[in-house]
Structures are given as C-alpha cells and as structure tokens.
C-alpha cells in the first residue's frame, strides 16, 4: 500500500516538471527537504523553520503573481465575467 501512496504523491511532480521544466522541480524538492522538513507540528525542533519556510514561498509566490499581473488589477469586475447560472448565450424570442 506504501507503494502506491508514493506512486500517487509522484504523479503531480512528474506532471509539474514535465510542463514548467526541471528548475520548478529541483528548487522546492531542495527546500522543503534541505531547509526544513514540511511538518504541522510546530513544537517539534524544526516546526518554527518550517512555518517561516512556508510563510516565505507563500509570499514569493503572491509577488510572482502581482508581477506577472503587469500593473493590472488581480480582481476587476465580476469573478465570472458576464456570465450567470442560466445564461447559454440564446435569446428568448
């Protein structure tokens, strides 16, 4: 059963390297194994590195997101653009 957990832990990875490259992998495959180990129990010797670790991809990748947003704004107008629960884009004669 461990086989097939890890198979299926796999399967995101291999789907994430495939289409953004080898770099997105590497890095935080390093980090989170290197750096601090993920972990929910903050008590544990390595708990607070890891909150501070995850605090600090958390707001690289809200930095990456603005820059790449170009000055634009991240929410303008409705979420779902024109579209409404009913609408399929057929008038009523």
Request: charged share 10%; glycine share 12%; net charge negative.
């Amino acid at each position: 059963m461990e086989g097939v957990a890890s198979f299926i832990a796999v399967i995101p990875f291999v789907a994430l390297v495939a289409r953004c490259g080898v770099l997105v992998g590497i890095i935080p495959s390093l980090l989170v194994h290197v750096v601090a180990p993920p972990t929910v129990d903050l008590t544990a010797w390595y708990g607070a590195p890891a909150a501070v670790y995850l605090l600090v991809v958390a707001l690289l990748t809200l930095y990456g997101f603005l820059v790449s947003l170009g000055g634009r704004p991240a929410l303008s107008g409705s979420l779902f653009g024109d579209w409404s629960p009913g609408m399929s884009g057929r008038t009523m004669e």
